[in-house]
């Protein structure tokens, strides 16, 4: 059961008018203009406007596509005033409810009750305008005769009650008294679940959880133990939520969103290897596939990549071109860049993978010493989508990376610049230029960008997290740098790079303990170059020379173009 925003039901009058009107006028409504008088014959007046049913209806449609509620449910209100369709007054008093016009909504729900009395929605926007008025008694009252509509619909139209109510605790409360395990008694499973899910919702995640529970108990049913799993997530507990999917799954094997939810939870423990092969195990589509090649790709398992691009390959030859460009993706995961390339080019320019492959096209080429081409193509791709501004920022990143590579670094910056030019304040690009400033000793311009990324984007944690890193780095203003840090950490406490950024500043301001306790954590989560030179200077200056040896020779082995990796080393002395 799900419930929604339910703007109520537009009037089949007011569908057919505007079908017929189309083809005659435009969204402006039609002027009046008198009958051409006949010989012998009167003019005939016109209509007044505030007369003209279809005039007040088109004005309300008009009105909501322009988002203004306001004058959508006055118009409306006086459309139901002259309509004795009782669809017309039941939306009418929906768009009031929407603009929170309370005196709208009683003067079109009278109208409504007047032709056509009973109808279970009049009695949800009773519900809905006690609430507003903070008569819970009244509003309570409403709903429970809502639960006895047929067919648990009732249950539906609570729901949509008290989603809407900005008083969320009283809400919650209401949902307390109505959904009881008395009241729930006769209710299907799905209504069970829906009100845990409500419940949760109203931040009443307590009660959340003693519904589910019940449901589990009264059901034992996959839907119940897959919602009590994620239930358990929210709580931090994963055993249980580890214990709980499983039981889901065992119940309904070939539920790919059950298997899909409890990778995801593996996923952001770290166990990227079980969240693959959690995900092989049952009946497969292109989500699964391409999540298992995620999972696969970040735990740089290469036998999992072998057995996944062998099982793809296996495919029917239209399944095989239908997933060319994972394909390559798995291809270059092996290092066979040159198959790689081969599956890239069979993407066709209808496949919505085809911009992405010809990105992967020119970086290949560039890797084949092809510089020129390879830029060339950058150019092409920025022209072929010049009126698409998420690709042409992607394409100007491209050249910008294609240009970093061959350490033109300063060609790189200028076109970050002319990106910006045309994409003025372009978060995406303004992010990945401050980057790129901070690898390559800019950080004041890399400490501008990422400020006015948080400008334009308060709640960006990635840009919080990359300013705190970048100050932490630079060795400056390292109690705002922890300040951004502790931020991004509250929002994505399992991220390896925010924990990593944690430690590094833990490490500048001394802390040489908590630094190493947050960057084994992180490192345990991601092994790569930067967070291994990260450690394995901290257990340096620590005096712990052999582990700090043997943390750098295992990033080594994985990257040893690793700049970070390669500059802690000869720092050190290593």
């Known amino acids: 059961m799900k419930f929604r925003a339910d703007r109520g039901v537009t009037a089949t009058g007011l569908v057919m008018a505007i079908a017929l009107l189309l083809g005659a006028c435009t969204a402006t409504p ?24 279809l005039a007040q209806m088109l004005a309300g449609e008009f009105a909501l596509g322009k988002a203004d509620l306001t004058a959508s449910a006055q118009s409306y209100a006086r459309a139901a005033a002259l309509s004795g369709d009782p669809q017309v007054a039941a939306h009418a008093t929906r768009v009031a409810l929407a603009a929170r016009d309370w005196k709208l909504a009683r003067e079109s729900l009278a109208r409504w009750r007047a032709l056509k009395p009973d109808d279970p929605g009049q009695t ?9 008025d903070g008569n819970t008694d009244q509003a309570y009252q409403a709903l429970a005769r809502l639960i006895g509509v047929p067919d ?75 919602w009590s799993a994620q239930l358990a997530v929210d709580e931090g507990d994963k055993a249980r939520a580890g214990r709980d999917y499983q ?98 080019e069979q993407v066709s320019t209808g496949d919505e993978d085809w911009f992405a492959s010809q990105v992967r096209i020119a970086v290949l080429v560039d890797d ?30 491209l050249e910008a990376e294609l240009l970093s590579k061959r350490e033109q670094h300063e060609a790189a910056q200028a076109v970050y610049a002319r990106a910006l030019k045309q994409m003025p304040d372009d978060t995406r690009v303004l992010y990945a230029r401050a980057l790129h400033a901070a690898a390559n000793g800019l950080p004041d311009r890399a400490e501008t960008d990422l400020r006015r ?44 790079a925010v924990i990593d950024s944690y430690g590094w500043v833990l490490y500048r301001r001394g802390d040489l303990a908590g630094s190493e ?35 750098f020779e295992q990033a080594r082995k994985k990257d040893a173009k690793n700049k970070a990796l390669v500059e802690a080393m000869r720092r050190l002395g290593v």
């Not at 398992?301 to 994972?326: C, F, M, T, V, W």
């Open 368 to 397: 084949q010493g092809k510089h020129d081409q390879a830029l060339s193509l950058a150019h092409e791709l920025q022209q072929r989508v010049g009126d698409q501004p998420a690709a042409l920022g992607d394409a100007f990143m």
């Open 124 to 132: 949800q926007v009773e519900a809905s305008l006690a609430l507003s």
């Open 247 to 344: 039981q889901a799954i065992q119940r309904s094997p070939k539920d790919i969103r059950l298997r899909a939810a409890y990778a995801l939870m593996l996923g952001q423990q770290g166990d990227n290897r079980a969240a693959a092969k959690l995900l092989a195990d049952g009946p497969q589509d292109d989500y699964s596939y391409a999540a298992r090649a995620a999972y696969v790709a970040r735990a740089n398992d290469k036998n999992l990549i072998q057995s996944l691009y062998d099982e793809l390959k296996a495919r029917p030859g239209d399944e095989r071109l239908a997933r060319a460009h994972l394909l390559g993706q798995l291809a270059e995961m092996l290092e066979q860049k040159a198959v790689a390339l081969s599956w890239y």
């Open 30 to 53: 039609p002027r009046r203009i008198a009958a051409a008088a006949q010989p012998g014959q009167g003019t005939v007046a016109p209509t007044p406007l505030e007369q003209d049913l």
């Open 152 to 226: 648990q619909q009732g249950w539906r139209l609570v729901g949509q009650v008290l989603l809407s109510t900005t008083d969320k605790a009283a809400a919650a409360t209401l949902l307390r008294r109505l959904a009881t395990p008395l009241s729930l008694a006769k209710a299907p499973e799905e209504t069970w679940i829906a009100m845990s899910q409500l419940a949760f919702k109203l931040d009443a995640k307590p009660y959340s959880r003693e519904l589910a529970d019940a449901a589990l108990k009264k059901f034992a049913s996959a839907p119940a133990y897959g």
């Open 453 to 496: 990324v948080l400008e334009l984007k308060p709640e960006d944690m990635d840009a919080t997290n990359a300013l705190g890193y970048t100050l932490a780095d630079a060795d400056r203003k390292l109690d705002e740098a922890l300040s951004l840090i502790e931020r991004a950490l509250k929002a994505k406490p399992d991220d390896a």
């Open 517 to 551: 306790k947050a960057l084994r954590r992180a490192f345990e989560k991601q092994s790569d170059g930067e967070i291994a030179s990260h450690l394995g200077e901290v257990l340096w200056m620590q005096g712990k020379h052999e582990e700090a040896r043997a943390i």
